[in-house]
């Protein structure tokens, strides 16, 4: 049975305050600012759209004409490129498990690239999709593609120089019947959570990857998911961050939502603590870019994410970054053709305002034949928003 869930989806109200459910949040100082250190770019050949890590190594995946880059951060203030292997797509996605890692190339499908020697990475099996292969996630034995219109496809790769498709989930074979375009993909447990441009987040059961079955889908815009301790962090076109609740998945609600000033399309995230780094792509108007980097949200509070911090970086001149990921304190960058792009953050506790209590009179005597009893002290009790919750 699929669920589809329609209220509740968090919106920013007039001045940029943020509304969840129609219901106004209260407006309080983050719990700490990001600050971020410049660490400086390496250049590329190409247009890097998609990066992660694995232990000293960064995987960046460089669109039609630069394969997959492979970078040495043991020294972090000079990553150096160690490795490279081209493929026949436009890599749009990687992922990384063991020795390999899994490309999503394009109209050339799902490649597998020994990288047990990162300085001598090596194709060692493909497989043909019939929809362009954008994102990709591993779990166990099985990686889970993102192919835009053909849905999402589930290859078994035990066998990496022999992937086989053994699954697939349709959007528009099942309720509520419309044509997907699914961009992002991620696993955690027994679902697949699939951003899907068209409706929203669609959550699929996987427990038996040969046979994909929907469950619920939340209307919303959404372009790229990450799902961590039960909660689905969600970037799409206007809006840097939903966060969902998805611990019952046959009824996730969406928490809190937040759109930056001019609403800048999301395009990835990471998440990494209390903290959600949101790659933006820069506002254009007149052939002429504004904006664009990354920008930090405090999600410590799911119901109300908060600005914590924003970096725009070089790449925002030529259509912005496209990928980011986290590694400890770093935070890495794919800045299209800006290449490879490197900041550091720390952090700084905001101070909190606090309730003050007034005094209680002090009791006086007086002729009187009994003394004046002492007024009672004010009782003071923090006010906490109701605040209201979608779905459920």
């Not at 190594?57 to 040495?72: E, P, Q, S, T």
């Not at 593609?145 to 078994?156: E, K, Q, W, Y």
């Amino acid at each position: 049975m699929l669920l589809l869930l329609l209220a509740g989806q968090g919106l920013a109200g007039a001045g940029g305050a943020p509304f969840l459910g129609g219901t106004p949040l209260l407006s309080a100082v983050p719990a700490s600012t990001v600050v971020f250190q410049d660490e400086g770019s390496v250049s590329l050949p190409g247009n890097a759209v998609a990066v992660t890590t694995a232990g000293d190594y960064a995987f960046v995946v460089v669109g039609a004409y630069g394969g997959l880059r492979i970078l040495d951060l043991v020294t972090s203030a000079a990553p150096r490129e160690v490795g490279f292997v081209d493929t026949p797509g436009d890599a749009w996605g990687i992922a990384v498990s063991g020795p390999f890692a899994y490309i999503a190339d394009g109209s050339a499908g799902l490649r597998v690239i020994d990288i047990s020697d990162p300085t001598r990475p090596r194709e060692v099996g493909a497989i043909a999709l019939p929809g362009p292969a954008v994102r990709v996630a591993v779990a166990g034995n099985y990686a889970y593609v993102a192919a835009r219109g053909a849905g999402l496809r589930v290859i078994d790769v035990a066998q990496p120089a022999a992937p086989r498709e053994v699954g697939v989930y349709d959007p528009a074979t099942e309720p509520p019947y419309t044509p997907g375009d699914v961009l992002g993909v991620a696993v955690a447990g027994d679902y697949a959570y699939l951003a899907d441009r068209t409706i929203g987040l669609r959550v699929v059961e996987v427990t038996d990857p040969r046979a994909p079955r929907a469950r619920s889908v939340v209307p919303l815009s959404a372009t790229r998911v990450v799902v961590v301790g039960g909660l689905a962090y969600v970037t799409g076109d206007g809006v840097d961050l939903t966060v969902v609740d998805v611990t019952a998945p046959l009824a996730p609600r969406v928490l809190g939502t937040y759109r930056a000033p001019g609403s800048p399309n999301g395009v990835d995230l990471a998440v990494a603590g209390p903290y959600v780094f949101v790659a933006e792509q820069p506002l254009s108007g007149g052939g002429v870019f504004r904006g664009g980097g990354v920008r930090a949200l405090d999600v410590s509070d799911p119901l109300s994410p908060r600005d914590a911090g924003f970096f725009q970086t070089p790449g925002s001149a030529f259509g912005g970054p496209l990928g980011v990921t986290v590694r400890g304190s770093e935070v890495l960058v794919a800045d299209s053709l800006a290449g490879l792009h490197l900041l550091r953050f720390t952090t700084i506790p905001s101070p909190t305002a606090t309730a003050t209590p007034t005094p209680a009179p002090t009791a006086t005597r007086t002729p009187m034949p009994s003394p004046t009893p002492s007024p009672t002290p004010h009782s003071y009790r923090p006010w906490v928003p109701v605040v209201g919750r979608g779905g459920g």
